[in-house]
């Protein structure tokens, strides 16, 4: 989720913000109420709530506010209703005007009705010494907002994030195995992954891969990288090039491919607003899933619901084999915070997320939720073994500036269900694609 101006490659230093790639969106989303019911205040408080979205690094949150206060003597309450309940709690509390002091980030174009509603502190002014340390030089650029490129808000940064994440594939290497399969040795291109699937798949009678159907926008930016550049992938998303292209269409093949193959687990992707929780499991918890597409956030979940299971790597989706470009991955930021500056709790709630940055609380996140940790100074060597995947795949994280249409990617996420049914054909799905693109103008 890249911003506009930034080249067509990334750096391992290169990657916090992400999700400001989105600014330049037109939102469709709540309507949300500016006003508050506390007046913005600054400081004094030794009391704060954070209303956290992530499943996976709750228990993270809640060991590092026990120390934050013994610390500081500053008290932080965690609320943590889960991803599928978070974004609804967080719109009623916007609309009723009871916003905790800091709340979980979400991507860019969901935030943008909170932020233009002024419920998310710019922290550009407050991004010096040794906070500034914490980003890279153009984490801090691919986090800003420029001015212009979102109707009615302001330049600046809204968010301080603490991860970043890529996606790709995760595998369950005892089930690999016991298919005379070398999980830690990644298939050189799609064809050889079918097959090894096929071998997974004979053994499991149940198929091998599993992808819950709202993370198809992100499976097909990822494969449609080997035959599309950055330009032209954004070229489509801002809805200036055909979804009709060849390389959108190779890159949905695939699907249709793994389908044919008889790989996919049940024959179907599921969908629905708990289709991704369903998915991570049964592979981390049921664990009669063998590999899932899925981002590097999810191995906090696994850290969070299944402690005990840690047999699995991960790696990026293999290369087409007749692939015209080098492929790259949907990724971004992860997990952050925004503060609230309607609150009475402000300058406390600055110095909170401030600290939750720093390197010593980077590595806590690192060791809790095995994330890959946005702080540069938390290096490599700090990383658990299952995330090492994800992590190699940052260099390769795609940048355009323009985010999937709303309207688009539901045509997509019912598209590709029905393409794993049989009901549609790519070509229809890509139609579907196109026509709702053209709609939303």
Known sequence: MPRPGVGNRLTRRRLLGLAAASAGAAFSGP?????????????????????????????????????YEKQTGVRVTIDSPGPTNFPAKLQA???????????????????????????????????TGG?????????LDL???????????????????????????????????????????????????????????????????????????????????????????DATLAGKASWKADGWRRGLQL???????????????????DDNPTVEKGFFNVQDTPSIFDASVAIGVARATAPDF????????PKATDGTQKPRVYGGVGKGACINPKGKNVDAAVKFVQWLTEPEQAKVFVDMVGLIPANPKVTAADLPPQVAGFAS???????????????????????????VLKEKTVDQVLDALETAQKRAK
């Open 31 to 67: 309507v949300l109420t500016g006003c508050s019911k506390d007046s913005a205040t600054s400081g004094g408080s030794t009391s704060l709530t954070f209303m956290n979205q992530s499943r996976g690094q709750a228990k993270a949150l809640e060991k590092l506010v026990e120390t």
């Open 93 to 127: 509390k916007s609309q009723s005007g009871d916003m905790p002091d800091m709340y979980s980030t979400l991507t860019l174009p969901e935030m943008i009705p909170y932020y233009k509603a002024g419920w998310a502190l710019n922290l550009e002014p407050k991004l």
């Open 131 to 139: 906070w500034k340390d914490n980003f890279s030089p153009i984490a």
């Open 143 to 233: 986090t800003t907002v420029k001015a212009g490129t979102v109707a009615g808000l302001d330049a600046g940064v809204y968010s301080a994030h603490w991860e970043i994440q890529t996606m790709g594939l995760l595998l369950n290497t005892k089930t690999f195995e016991s298919a005379g399969i070398d999980p830690k040795t990644p298939p050189a291109t799609t064809d050889a992954w079918i097959d090894q699937l096929k071998k997974v798949s004979a053994k499991t009678g149940n198929g091998a891969f599993l992808m819950a159907a709202s993370l198809a926008d992100r499976f097909l930016l990822s494969h449609a990288s080997n035959w599309l550049t950055d330009a032209q992938i």
């Open 255 to 273: 699907l249709a491919e793994l389908r044919d193959a008889g790989v996919i687990v049940n024959k179907t992707l599921p969908g629905g607003n």
């Open 310 to 317: 840690t047999e699995y790597v991960s790696m990026g989706i």
């Open 393 to 419: 795949l940052a260099d390769t994280i795609e940048v355009v500036p323009s985010p999937f249409n709303t309207d688009a990617r539901t045509a997509l996420v019912s598209g590709v269900q029905s393409l």
